[in-house]
Structures are given as C-alpha cells and as structure tokens.
C-alpha cells in the first residue's frame, strides 16, 4: 500500500499557481529524493502532506488519511524538518524535545526513553543542557532531526536538512537517515544532487509545480540524461591521435580533443554504442602505436538529468 | 492546550516583558492609588478615605489598556517570524487549542499581576471594616477585562505578524472600548449611537463587577467578546493555510 499518495495537486499564491497538476505516490520503506530547483514547488508541496498549507486542487492522503479531512490523523503520523529549522530559541534542548514530545501527547517513561534515542542517534548529548540559541547550525539541525524523529512516525519529512552544514555534518545526517529510512516511509527534499544520489532509491523531479521525472537514479540518468561520454587518452600528440581515430571517425558523435603534457584526449558524446566504439577505438589506438592512458566510460549523472529537465522547462515557458 | 500554555507562560518567565509587566503593573496601581491620583480624577486612598476600594480597582481598566497589549503583542508575531508556527501547527494540536493555550498563558501572567495587588485591600481591611464582597467582584471583572484585552491583542499579532503593529493597534482598541461611554467620548458620536457605545463600553460594566454585583449579563458580555476575538484569531490561522 503505498503510504503517501498525491493526486492531481494544485496550489494557487494568489495568481501564482505554485503547484499544477503534481502526482505520485511513496510506497512504505521508501526513501524518496524530491528535487527541484528553488522555488519549483518541493516546500508547497510539503506543506501540504503536512496540513501546514490546504492545496487548492486535488487530493494527498498520508497512510490512507486525507490532509484536509484528517488533518490530525495525518500529523500524527508524520515527523517533520521544515526547511530553515525553526526552533524556541528561549529553550534548552532538553526542554524543547520535552515540549514537542508532549505536544505530540507523549509522558512519562516513553517520552523519557524516546528523548534518550533520538538524542543519542543524533549525538547531541554533549548539548542537552544548552539553550538553543547558543548551538552552531549543525546542532540547531540535529535538533531539528530529532524532534522529527522523537515519536517514532512511520513517515518522516525532511526538507533540506543539510543545507549550511560542513562536510563531515552531512555525512553524518546522510546516515542517520540512511538508518531511520531502513524501516520508515522518507520523503528528502533537496537540490543538493550527490545527497539523493547517495541515499534515495527514487527520485522525483519537479520543476514550476510539475513532476517531470520520477524513477530510480540510474534508470532516469539513462532515460533523461543525454548522450554518454566516452573519453580516451594516449601519450603522444593531438594530431598523432587525430590520425590514429580518423578511420571510425566518421557518424560516432560529437568529439573534442585536447592535449596536456604530451597525452592527447580526445571526448566523445557518443550517438552510437559506447562499448562498440570504445572496442574500435583501443584497436584504432593500438594500431597506430600510441600507448593507452585512460579510457573513461562517463555515465550522465542526476546532475545531468536535473540540469536537462530543469533548464528545458524552463526554456520552454 | 495546557502543553502550549505552559510552553508560552515558561518563555514570558524567561524574557524581561514579563517582570516588566508584572513591576509596571504593580507600581503604576499603588502609585496611582496612594501617590499621584487616577488619571483625570486626582483621587487618592487618603482623599476617598474610606475602605471602599473601587476607586483602587477602577484603575485596573486604565493600567491594561497599555500593559496588555505589551504583553500580548508578542505571542504570536514571535512564532510567525520565526518559523515555529510551522512546527506547532504541523503538531497533531488543532489550531484553537493552540489558541486558547496562548491565552491562557496570557491570562495566568496577568492573574499573577493580579496577585500582587492583593496587600492593597489586606492592608486596608486592617483600618476599617472591609467588605469582601466587591474585592471579590472587582478581581473576577479584572481577570475578565485583562482576558477580553488579551483576546484582541492576540488576535492582532496574529493578524499584522508585526509586534509594534499589534501592540498599537491593539493599545487603541483597548483604549476605546474604556472610554466609550464616558460623557466626554459621547460629546463626538451623534446622540442615537449613545446607547450603542454605552452598552459596548467596558468601564461601566467594569464598575457594576467592581462594586459586587456579578452580573450575568455583563459576565456574558466580556466573556463572549473574548470568545469572539479567539474565534476570529483561529480563523486567522486556518485563513492562512488557504483554500
């Protein structure tokens, strides 16, 4: 059953329609990338699987709950990290978990052994005493993180959760939501690419309030992402090279070629078969004596297939 | 509810505007009573002398009008600037419990004020027979006048999300429902809309509570008023999230 289901999503700002039309749905144990460049419509969409904004059109429903009739219900469910992390600023960090805890109509030795765990999953037990106020933004972050994760829901929503974080915070939050996603419904909003890449199975797409990809990373690499890349060097010069490929030179792509500290380039944005022509090429190479220094197959990347779906919208519009 | 109002009641405690409140409060009361007079009266303690204390309690209304909305301006347009509303409403809590969670914070800070007024008629009682009766009457009407204050003031930060925006037009509101009523006010509203600001007026029925007699009616007045003001501010709330 799929936990998250959104239909035909519209949401209007006065006569800017921020949403047009969005669909999808999110199986249970998923985790799902949701990209988009700022301002496509992730936030809005957010908003409303978490009752915080009603859409304007059409309906999503969160373990079966509708967001506008079971508002309650579908906020019970759902752990969320709105994008810039807003917390009281006026609390320790113990006293705020303790508030979103009761708030969430969690007491006693649950919500104390709750605290514990998330607490503990976020390292932020060198902080539990200090004041909000006082935390760098990658504490204020795992604050954030563990209040969406304190009650244990089965959906979690995190929107831009690493944004402004050093490397290594990254890293670390990337785990902790690789391990929480192993057994929860995660929906990670972003646009920073790698972070999907590396910890989401699915990927959406959205672009001016319109889904224009979805599917596995890889799957829409090679659906969306444009020629593959090929790229061959050898010792010696670029004329030298130039000779050596002139024979399968002809119908193979778009190729530039290039030449730095006597090794000779030479890149291909194939239109045939990648492996036929890089078989070809090594033979071609061989024969006219040139040593081989590297032979890269390039895959697009999702960078590749955000850029080429994200900027096509646009020139279209 | 009581989660919100205890999380709202523990941030005023840790901010100044509560100990302003309260010291404002407490001072401009004894001050006004024993020392300077009620503004445009003049009338003191020593010049009454006698143990009635309704000219003491009828300084409540005056001291509210601007201490209430200080106090009020800042729960909600905090929480809107800085993004928790965000959190709190995607809280399983539905938007009028968040809303009389805040009022009640609101209303314990100014039943606390209230508190610090109580040596006055302990204090007084000592030099004369005292009836309890109106002391007991003027408390619930300032709980009641305070609450119905709050209400607007509320209603407005959550309106304007802009403190100083809220405070003044929330000061100015206040202000008018005291005056209204008042003969002076009357001289400038035409003669059939009398009856209308007279029964809108706060101070009268403050008055009639002051002096001991709980009306139903007037006890329903400001009650719905507050009602009304509480209402309209989770309208606002949910106006928000859009159709």
């Known amino acids: ?317 | 509810m009581m989660t919100i109002a205890w999380k709202e009641l523990r941030s005023f405690l840790n901010s100044p505007i509560a100990y302003i409140f309260l010291i404002a409060f407490t001072a401009w009361m004894a001050g006004s009573y024993f020392v300077w007079g009620k503004v445009g009266q003049g009338v003191t303690f020593f010049s009454v002398g006698n143990t009635a204390l309704d000219v003491y309690f009828s300084l409540v209304p005056q001291a509210f009008v601007l201490l209430v909305p200080a106090m009020a301006m800042r729960l909600w347009p905090d929480e809107l600037k800085s993004g928790t509303v965000e959190l709190l409403l995607t809280y399983p809590v539905r938007s009028w419990q968040v809303v009389c969670g805040k009022f009640l914070a609101g209303l314990a800070l100014i039943a606390i004020g209230l508190c610090f007024t109580l040596p006055v008629p302990l204090v007084v009682s000592g030099y004369g027979e005292m009836d309890w009766g109106p002391v007991f009457g003027a408390y619930i009407a300032s709980l009641l006048v305070g609450g119905a204050f709050l209400s607007i003031g509320l209603f407005m930060g959550a309106l304007c999300s802009e403190q100083v925006t809220a405070f003044i037009v929330t000061a100015a509101l206040c202000l008018l429902l005291v005056l209204m009523g008042d003969t002076l006010i009357n001289l400038f509203i035409p003669r059939e809309l009398h009856a209308f600001s007279n029964a809108l007026s706060f101070s009268s029925r403050f008055t009639y509570l002051g002096r001991g007699v709980v009306d139903f009616a007037d006890t329903f007045y400001f009650t719905s008023f507050t009602a009304v003001f509480l209402i309209l501010n989770t309208t606002v709330l949910e106006t928000r999230k859009g159709v």
Do not use: W
């Open chain 1, 1 to 317: 059953m799929a936990m998250i289901e959104v239909d035909d999503l519209r949401k209007d700002y006065g006569s800017f329609r921020a949403l047009d039309g969005v669909s999808f749905a999110v199986d249970k144990g998923e985790i799902l990338g949701f990209l988009g460049p700022n301002g496509a419509g992730k936030t809005t969409t957010m908003k409303i699987l978490t009752g915080f904004l009603y859409p304007s059109a059409g309906r999503a429903a969160v373990a079966g709950h509708d967001v506008m009739e079971n508002s309650v219900e579908v906020r019970r469910r759902i752990g969320y990290l709105p994008e810039h992390t807003p917390l009281y600023d006026d609390m320790t960090v113990t006293e705020y978990l303790r508030t979103c805890g009761r708030l969430r109509g969690m007491s006693g030795p649950y919500l104390a052994q709750r605290m514990n765990v998330v607490t503990g999953l976020t390292h932020l037990g060198p902080k539990l005493r200090a004041p909000i106020h006082t935390l760098s933004k990658g504490y204020r972050q795992r604050v954030g993180l563990a209040q969406a994760l304190l009650h244990e829901p089965e959906i979690i929503i995190l929107d831009e959760p690493t944004v402004g974080l050093d490397p290594n915070q990254v890293v670390d939050v990337r785990g902790i939501v690789r391990e929480v996603g192993q057994d929860r419904t995660v929906i990670l909003c972003s646009h920073i690419l790698s972070e999907v890449e590396a910890v989401c199975g699915r990927v959406v797409i959205i672009n001016r309030g319109r889904i224009v990809a979805n599917g596995a990373p890889a799957a829409l690499a090679l659906e969306h992402g444009g020629p593959a890349r090929l790229s061959l060097s050898v010792r010696g010069a670029a004329l030298q090279l130039e000779a050596a490929l002139s024979s399968i030179a002809t119908g193979v792509g778009t190729a530039t070629l290039t030449e730095a500290d006597g090794i000779a380039t030479v890149t291909v944005l194939c239109s045939v078969d990648p492996a036929e022509l890089a078989t070809k090429a090594m033979d071609a190479v061989r024969a006219a004596g040139l040593p081989l220094v590297a032979l890269t197959p390039g895959h697009a990347s999702l960078e590749d297939v955000f850029r080429r779906l994200t900027s096509r919208q646009g020139d279209a519009a």
